[in-house]
């Protein structure tokens, strides 16, 4: 059995972005393998949330986890903030970790861009938290969308090179699994731009009611239409055409790509369909969520179950590893 590591940022509702491009292989993995999903609720920080607003945004992911169906009996769910050990790792990674290529990935250089006047190290050493986050249970597979990859290929630099700094082979390399086969996944936003995502204003949220979806896809970008049989579809069709394929079944998918075929496609329609589908594939997660979201107390013993498991695991990748670095046991 393999060890399979993942995690969101809680800083707001999982979206359909974080559904089909990371949860959707958590749901198939839990049933094979041993899992650790977190809420990484350190690496939030980055943003500066309110304190007051911490706890209540773990919780929040926490009961969309359940909502989706992560299972507590076959999976460890928790929270990052409560596995004290990540940090220790964080320290020894980061000694490890050159500036220059800490400064040169791709989510660094966005930061910097979007909020010039908070630089922070933390901001800077996101990569090396999210490698001890992985490490610290020596994963194999780390279930991702395609906008981790930059991430996941420092962590698997940061595996190897604390086993070459050492002379072991301590670490497995941590391959990104994706929920698509061998391709990451990227959901599209329907504003024509790039990706889905909360920071890009664009997300159609697992909690969003049946008439803000329908809203929201509604107004989604697209163009004046193909002009000639079997054109080429541009970007803003394509990224339509993805929801049909996540949500709808085979028969709507060949039904629009014969129209699409023949010109006699009818955007309308088209959106209107997603909409149908995606709120048919929504609803029923969407009460989970609120059933699960008024169960506090359950909430708390799935986290603290939680946190006990994932601790058990990553201090004993700790106890090896200050071995392996020199330190004696903790004394005392
Ligand atoms: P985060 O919180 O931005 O996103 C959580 C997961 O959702 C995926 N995702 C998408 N996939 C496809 N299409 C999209 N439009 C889309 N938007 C989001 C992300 O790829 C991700 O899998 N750094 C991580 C959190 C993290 C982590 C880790 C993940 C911290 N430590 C250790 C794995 C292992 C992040 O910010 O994800």
């Given at each position: 059995m393999h060890t399979i590591v993942s995690g969101i940022r809680p800083t707001g509702n999982l979206h359909v972005g974080n559904y089909f491009g990371a949860v959707i292989n958590f749901l198939?993995?839990?049933?094979?393998?041993?899992?650790y999903f977190f809420i990484a609720d350190w690496h939030s920080l980055t943003t500066a949330p309110h304190p007051s607003d911490i706890i209540a945004n773990d919780y929040t992911i926490l009961a969309e986890y359940l909502?989706?169906?992560?299972?507590?009996?076959?999976c460890t769910i928790y929270m990052q903030s409560d596995v004290h050990q990540t940090l220790e790792l964080y320290l020894y990674l980061n000694m490890l970790a050159y500036m220059g290529e800490l400064e040169r990935t791709t989510t660094f250089k966005d930061?910097?861009?979007l909020q010039p006047d908070n630089v922070n190290a933390g901001l800077l050493t996101y990569p090396t938290l999210m490698a001890a986050d992985i490490l610290q249970h020596r994963a194999w597979g780390v279930p991702v969308g395609k906008d981790q990859e930059q991430n996941m290929e420092m962590a698997r630099i940061y595996a190897k090179r604390f086993n070459s700094t050492y002379g072991v082979d301590f670490?497995?390399?941590p391959k990104s699994l994706a929920s698509n086969g061998d391709s990451a996944v990227k959901i599209p936003g329907l504003d024509g731009s790039g990706k889905m995502g909360k920071s890009e204003g664009n997300a159609l949220y697992l909690r969003d009611d049946e008439k803000t979806i329908r809203k929201k896809v509604m107004k989604a970008v697209t163009d004046a239409g193909p002009q000639e049989p079997h054109s080429e579809m541009p970007e803003v069709i394509r990224n339509l055409f993805t929801?049909?394929?996540i949500v709808s079944d085979k028969e709507t998918n060949d039904f629009y790509r014969a129209a699409w075929d023949d010109c006699s496609i009818r955007y309308g329609d088209l959106k209107?369909?997603?909409a149908e589908d995606l709120n048919a594939f929504i609803a029923p997660i969407r009460e989970r969520i609120e059933e699960y979201s008024s169960d506090r107390a359950y909430l708390e013993r799935v986290?603290?179950?939680g946190a006990e498991r994932a601790r058990e695991s990553a201090e004993a990748t700790l106890r090896e590893i200050r071995s392996i670095v020199g330190f004696p046991p903790y004394r005392g």
């Open positions: 198939k993995l839990q049933n094979e393998e041993k899992c909502a989706c169906g992560l299972d507590p009996e076959k930061k910097v861009r670490f497995p390399l929801f049909l394929e209107k369909q997603i986290a603290t179950a």
